[in-house]
T-cell receptor
Framework: AQSVTQLDSHVSVSEGTPVLLRCNYSSSYSPSLFWYVQHPNKGLQLLLKYTSAATLVKGINGFEAEFKKSETSFHLTKPSAHMSDAAEYFCVVSEEGSQGNLIFGKGTKLSVKP | NAGVTQTPKFQVLKTGQSMTLQCAQDMNHNSMYWYRQDPGMGLRLIYYSASEGTTDKGEVPNGYNVSRLNKREFSLRLESAAPSQTSVYFC????????????FGPGTRLTVT
């Protein structure tokens, strides 16, 4: 069965410094991997997706993630944090043919200090 | 274009009461989903409807029923609410061939006392 593990429940960075949110996955087949973002009191929004094309994926708002099969990882990065990046981030896996059954990680809350 | 709308935004129920959460989308999506979000648990799929006229159980369907009323609307019913159903409920929709790209509503915060 597929699963994702987000290695940090809370990450705190200063504005202007890099962001790293870590995610490891477990999947028997070729996974599709995603990052979703949830701003306070809002629904979730797709940030970026990996679906077996390029391993380095760029998303919205300057975020990117790299799929590393050998490490079963899909970490989310951003070179320079902005105050508006403060939110909860979810790593998500979906297997081919699963009819959109997304498996969510438990989330990483990102705080950005001025 | 409102996207995915949910009503109500907040609700407090007593144990044993029933209620229906409403969801509608105006993006002409075929597939719709209901999730619950609990602290430290991420989102868990309750039910989904891959297309109009079909519904399927997700990871945590017990205590819930759903109705796909038409292409736009997908409702979630709690027949006899329990405190364990206190949660934030999200509805989402997607195109059937882009099921990974789901669009979420703003959520319904439900408290069962």
């Amino acid at each position: 069965a597929q699963s994702v593990t987000q290695l940090d429940s809370h990450v705190s960075v200063s504005e202007g410094t890099p962001v790293l949110l870590r995610c490891n996955y477990s999947s028997s087949y070729s996974p599709s991997l995603f990052w979703y973002v949830q701003h306070p009191n809002k629904g979730l929004q797709l940030l970026l997706k990996y679906t077996s094309a390029a391993t380095l994926v760029k998303g919205i708002n300057g975020f990117e993630a790299e799929f590393k099969k050998s490490e079963t990882s899909f970490h989310l990065t951003k070179p320079s944090a902005h105050m508006s990046d403060a939110a909860e981030y979810f790593c998500v896996v979906s297997e081919e043919g699963s009819q959109g059954n997304l498996i969510f990680g438990k989330g990483t809350k990102l705080s950005v200090k001025p | 274009n409102a996207g995915v709308t949910q009503t109500p935004k907040f609700q407090v129920l007593k144990t044993g009461q029933s209620m229906t959460l409403q969801c509608a989308q105006d993006m002409n999506h075929n597939s719709m989903y209901w999730y619950r979000q609990d602290p430290g648990m991420g989102l868990r799929l309750i039910y989904y409807s891959a297309s109009e006229g079909t519904t399927d159980k997700g990871e945590v369907p017990n205590g819930y029923n759903v109705s796909r009323l038409n292409k736009r609307e997908f409702s979630l019913r709690l027949e006899s609410a329990a405190p364990s159903q206190t949660s934030v409920y999200f509805c989402a929709s997607s195109l059937v061939d882009r099921a990974y790209e789901q669009y979420f509503g703003p959520g319904t915060r439900l408290t069962v006392t």
